[in-house]
């Protein structure tokens, strides 16, 4: 089974300052993405990364995809209190017929 | 508008009485899933289904049965249920299941289940 770790579990910053959360594997996935879930909601795709080493920018938000595409991470930069949210991460297995979440990491950010 | 739906939002019951939690999606999507959602445990796969009378188990079917008749429907079934399944559930969907940069999860807003 492929499992996917993220860290940290939980994080509480205040608005303005940068932040940087991981999703880490021991194995190797076709792609990556992430979600993030706002309470009473479902996840909503931010995004797919699928080349290893690539580097995808939205906004304030980064991602990157290790290289050999066994883990990822997001970077936030003036993180606002509208970043808030549960930030998940899902790799699509190697049969390419499963998504397999990690935990989440937990951000508040605070005004 | 596209969108997967979710009924009821909110359901309580009793060990034993079963239930259905019904998922509908309006973007003839092939793969459709159910998922639990429990603290520090992140999503796990309950079953998913790839298309029409296909399912298949996810890491925590015990306790589940799902069906897929038509194509925009994916109700989950609990025969009996019991207090360990008390969880937040989603039903999701995405257009196919054969990865790539254009693959995504839609997913409904949730049932919050509790079973006394």
């Known amino acids: 089974t492929q499992l996917l770790e993220q860290s940290p579990q939980f994080l509480s910053i205040q608005e303005g300052e940068n932040l940087t959360v991981y999703c880490n594997s021991s194995?190797?996935?076709?792609?990556l993405q992430w979600y993030r879930q706002e309470p009473g909601e479902g996840p909503v795709l931010l995004v797919t990364?699928?080349?290893?080493?690539e580097v995808k920018k939205l906004k304030r938000l980064t991602f990157q995809f290790g290289d050999a595409r066994k883990d990822s991470s997001l970077h936030i930069t003036a993180a606002q209190p509208g970043d808030t949210g549960l930030y998940l991460c899902a790799g699509l297995d190697n049969y390419g017929q499963n998504f397999v979440f990690g935990p989440g990491t937990r951000l508040s950010v605070l005004p | 508008e596209a969108q997967v739906t979710q009924n009821p939002r909110y359901l309580i019951t009793v060990t034993g009485k079963k239930l259905t939690v019904t998922c509908s999606q309006n973007m003839n999507h092939e793969y459709m899933s159910w998922y639990r959602q429990d603290p520090g445990l992140g999503l796990r796969q309950i079953y998913y289904s790839m298309n029409v009378e296909v399912t298949d188990k996810g890491d925590v079917p015990e306790g589940y049965k799902v069906s897929r008749k038509e194509k925009r429907n994916f109700p989950l079934i609990l025969e009996s249920p019991s207090p360990n399944q008390t969880s937040l559930y989603f039903c999701?969907?995405?257009?196919?299941?054969?990865?790539?940069?254009?693959?995504?999860?839609?997913f409904g807003s949730g049932t919050q289940l509790s079973v006394l």
């Open positions: 194995s190797v996935f076709s792609s």
């Open positions: 990364v699928v080349t290893g080493g």
């Open positions: 999701a969907s995405s257009l196919s299941y054969r990865g790539g940069a254009n693959e995504k999860l839609f």
